[in-house]
């Protein structure tokens, strides 16, 4: 019954910015973003709590991209800033039931479909 469905991914020059949605069913969830890129392993990205109070960002990505929610309209958001090719991925939704924000994807209990995003020299 749970359902994770991510949309605004595409192709984007280095240097620009996109928004990633996730719109979400069922209860209040702790939730976090994970991507996948060519040949390598699904990795942590952004976290989020509940309510938003808490949230728990990769090095990797610190300083460039922001989680938020709005759980009003059931949906999350990452934005994507200063976009490198090394940020080319497929970008997933997830939501776990238990309060704390993990970075390991084997903690989470639901998955969206996922959308890619590609970004060019």
């Known amino acids: 019954q749970v359902q994770l469905v991510e949309s605004g991914g595409g192709l984007v020059q280095a240097g620009r910015s996109l928004r990633l949605s996730c719109a979400t069913s069922g209860p209040t969830y702790t939730m976090a973003w994970f991507r996948q890129g060519p040949g390598k392993d699904r990795e942590f990205v952004v976290g989020?709590?509940?309510?938003?109070?808490?949230?728990i960002t990769a090095d990797s990505v610190k300083g460039r991209f922001t989680i938020s929610r709005d759980n009003a309209k059931n949906t999350m958001y990452l934005e994507l800033n200063s976009l490198t090719p090394e940020d080319t991925a497929v970008y997933y939704c997830?939501?776990?039931?238990?309060?704390?924000?993990?970075?390991?994807?084997?903690?989470?209990?639901?998955w969206g479909q996922g959308t890619q995003v590609t970004v060019s020299a």
């Open positions: 997830a939501a776990r039931q238990l309060v704390s924000v993990q970075r390991e994807a084997a903690q989470y209990d639901y």
């Open positions: 989020i709590s509940r309510y938003g109070g808490t949230t």
